[in-house]
């Protein structure tokens, strides 16, 4: 299970070091919030791309568009700000996890 | 984010054939499992791109993945004659091909059963082919069963309906304790979120 645990909490230290980069206050509510999003979308991704449909682009796609609609209600802000802290998150983690792959 | 988690444990050579991030190719195993009942021939694999000649006996043989390959029969006393391994790639296909000594077979042997999720406990597929008769140039040969082994150590057989089509390997899932991770975590954090929200409506 360890394989599935480390990326988890890996992308939960990403997102909410990128969520508090651009936010810039209240550190231990936002490290929540990436803990939530993430448990959320995150087991639900990785389960869709192992057993139903291997598409890393539409997965990918997926996840931008829920983690934006939860940002927006959770960090209660606007959409096109929720939308560019998840689209930057999600860019960063992928990137660092295809530099990882190499 | 998801990236991360397929990436993660990808090994690099998984990009040498232009595997799809988070994918394995699970390449075919194959055996003859009578071939000891024909003990006056030699059967060989030719196939392209490769092997150019490859003699086989009662062990596994398995060959370059993107290859497609045929048996041949050939009595032993015409092998020990035409000397193979002096023969360039082209007399060897010539010879296989056309030479009135040698039994065929139309059986085309591929080398990937498919590509399957990293996370997939499918590890192998063997194919176990049985000769059935040897008439003049015709090598009748057949799939029989399908071997498929998984990351548990345990097998799966299947047997073989049609020629050509391979009998699917059971889809095991995820193991039980994983689904901890898959669904009880989401819950769990779905949960959570929903109640927040409306804790936070409530006190405004």
């Known amino acids: 299970m360890y394989y599935l645990i480390l990326p988890w909490i890996i992308t939960i230290i990403i997102e909410f070091l990128i ?7 209240k550190p231990g509510k936002l490290f929540i919030y990436s803990l939530l999003i993430n ?8 389960y869709s791309f192992n057993y139903f449909y291997s598409d890393l682009l539409v997965t990918e796609i997926v996840v931008v568009m829920v983690e934006s609609v939860l940002l927006k209600i959770l960090l209660e802000t606007d959409y096109k700000i929720a939308f560019m802290i998840s689209l930057a998150a999600n860019t960063v983690t992928a990137v660092i996890g295809i530099l990882v792959s190499l | 984010m998801a990236l991360l988690s397929v990436f993660l444990f990808l090994t690099p050579a998984a990009f040498a054939d232009v595997i799809e991030p988070g994918q394995k190719v699970i390449t075919y195993d194959y055996k003859l499992t009578n071939i000891d ?5 030699v059967f060989i694999l030719h196939g392209m791109p490769n092997p150019s000649l490859e003699i086989l ?9 993107l290859s497609t390959c045929s048996i ?15 023969m360039n790639e082209s007399q060897v296909e010539e010879f296989l091909n056309n030479d009135s000594r040698v039994a065929r ?34 090598l009748d040969i057949q799939k029989t069963r399908v071997v498929y082994g998984y990351s548990d150590g345990k097998n799966d057989e299947k047997p073989f309906i049609v020629q ?7 889809d095991n899932g995820p193991e039980p304790v994983n689904y901890i991770y898959y669904l009880l975590l989401p819950i769990l954090a779905i949960i959570i979120v929903s109640a927040y929200i409306i804790h936070r409506k409530r006190s405004k």
């Open chain 2, 57 to 65: 006996n009662s062990s596994v043989f398995n060959f370059y993945k």
């Open chain 1, 39 to 46: 448990s959320t979308t995150l087991p639900l991704a990785t």
């Open chain 2, 72 to 86: 041949y029969a050939v009595p032993k006393t015409v092998f020990n004659n035409v000397q193979l391994d002096k």
């Open chain 2, 105 to 138: 077979s139309n059986l085309e042997l591929d080398g990937i059963y498919k590509t399957v999720s990293s996370n997939d406990p499918l590890n192998s597929a063997l194919v176990l082919l049985e000769i059935k008769s040897i008439n003049n140039t015709n």
């Open chain 2, 37 to 41: 009942n024909f003990p006056d021939f």
């Open chain 2, 164 to 170: 050509n089509e391979t009998p699917e390997h059971s």
């Open chain 1, 19 to 25: 969520i508090w980069g651009i936010i810039q206050k």
